[in-house]
């Protein structure tokens, strides 16, 4: 069985760094530790998920490919059976933000040991970028993609240890580089969300009710944010 990716995926196996061991935290159905393998990307994988249903999907997925010696499977609640230099690539992605902030900061010590994390939170994603941040780690790398209508932001972070300056709301919100690089995809992200803002805006106008005025004021700050952001457009 030759495993094709969904293009979310295929863009965060595209970051994976070519002879890297790889540790898939929260591997789902196995898919991507397959394709890495399959394509020589990755000499050998651990798949690892904290759910026991998808990780059996997994090993039947790797079964049915005849990679049970180079993609092993794990139940672990993230890193927690993890050992420090069993991989040198961390891929955590298909959750929301808080709950990959949880995982890294939980286990720490072996977070800070890969060499690269590659990374896509679902939700909470300014703040997630500010824990990456505050913790040390460097985005060296993002991209955006839209796949079924839904927008997926994803980054390589590689830890330092060195105090990094604090971004802009307007980086951690949309992505340093994305902006600097006037990625396409961003921009189209941007224009949708500005639409939707300008609609909601619309409607508020005529409410009349305190909760009403104060979501009218949130709105038009979103606005201002989006505004500023495509202005690295003009």
Known sequence: ???VLSRRLQALADMVTLGNRVADVGCDHGFLSIYLVQNQISPRVLAMDVREGPLARAKEHIARCGLGSYIETRLSDGLSVYEKGEAQTLVCAGMG????TKILASQ???AKSFSEL???PQSEIPQFRRFLQDG???IQEENILCEEGKYY???KAVY???EIDNQSELFLEFGEKL???RNPVLREYLEYRLKTTLEIEKELNFGEKDRAKERLCQVRQERKRLLEALSYWE
Do not use: P, S
Not at 97 to 100: D, E, K, L, N, S
């Open 1 to 3: 069985m030759k495993v």
């Open 97 to 100: 933000g808080r709950v990959m």
């Open 108 to 110: 720490e010590e072996k």
């Open 118 to 120: 590659i990374l896509q």
């Open 136 to 138: 040390g780690y460097k």
């Open 153 to 155: 932001f994803m980054m």
């Open 160 to 162: 330092t240890g060195q």
């Open 179 to 181: 902006l600097e690089d």
